[in-house]
């Protein structure tokens, strides 16, 4: 979860994660979640279903699935993580990584728990990610897995209507074949 600090020292909730406070206003509302909202909407009739199951533990599954599924390995889970239990244990915006460049030629902010803001993408991503504990290795794999599909401007900013893998055009795919 974008949310967790590694360096905080407060209780739980505090230090954030996958505490499922992304349910609430303010949090669902953050930019770097837009689009999210339709994600947990499509999650409740599980949670209905499951109502001893916390949505954190529902969110964390359905990402685990969601890369099973995709072809990627099987995620083994480990169920009893706690429900943040209102918007006041929402994170601050500005602890998720920009896109792009602001008006000032800088990424980031000095909002979120830490200043995250830098002129380069790589150094805005390394304040981004050190604070949650990830070296260098896992900023890679974690970024490249957000490359995984495609960026839509409704959620994002940022993207296309059509894309040569969207709009019916023939692609050379990897393994050297063909789309049709």
Excluded at 9 to 29: H, L, M
Excluded at 136 to 160: M, N, P, Q
Aim: glycine residues 14%; hydrophobic residues 30%; negative net charge.
């Amino acid at each position: 979860s974008g949310t967790f600090d590694v360096n905080a020292k407060e209780e739980w909730p505090a230090a954030g994660g996958a505490i499922a406070s992304i349910r609430f206003d303010p949090e669902i509302k953050h930019g770097a979640n837009a689009g999210l909202a339709g994600a947990v909407e499509l999650l409740e009739p599980v949670k209905e279903k499951y109502p001893g199951v916390s949505y954190a533990d529902i969110y964390q599954m359905a990402s685990a699935r969601g890369i099973e599924l995709a072809g990627g390995p099987k995620i083994d889970m480990k169920y009893g993580r706690v429900d943040a239990t209102s918007s006041k244990q929402c994170s601050v915006e500005g602890n998720l990584p920009d896109a792009e460049a602001g008006p000032d030629g800088n990424f980031g902010g000095d909002r979120g728990t830490c200043s995250n803001k830098d002129p380069t993408a790589s150094g805005h991503l390394r304040k981004v990610f050190y604070r949650m504990g990830l070296n260098d290795e896992e900023i890679v794999a974690l970024s490249g897995a957000h490359t995984f599909g495609r960026a839509y401007a409704d959620r994002s900013g940022l993207g296309k209507e059509k894309t040569k893998f969207t709009d019916g055009s023939e692609t050379k795919l990897a393994d050297g074949s063909t789309t049709s």
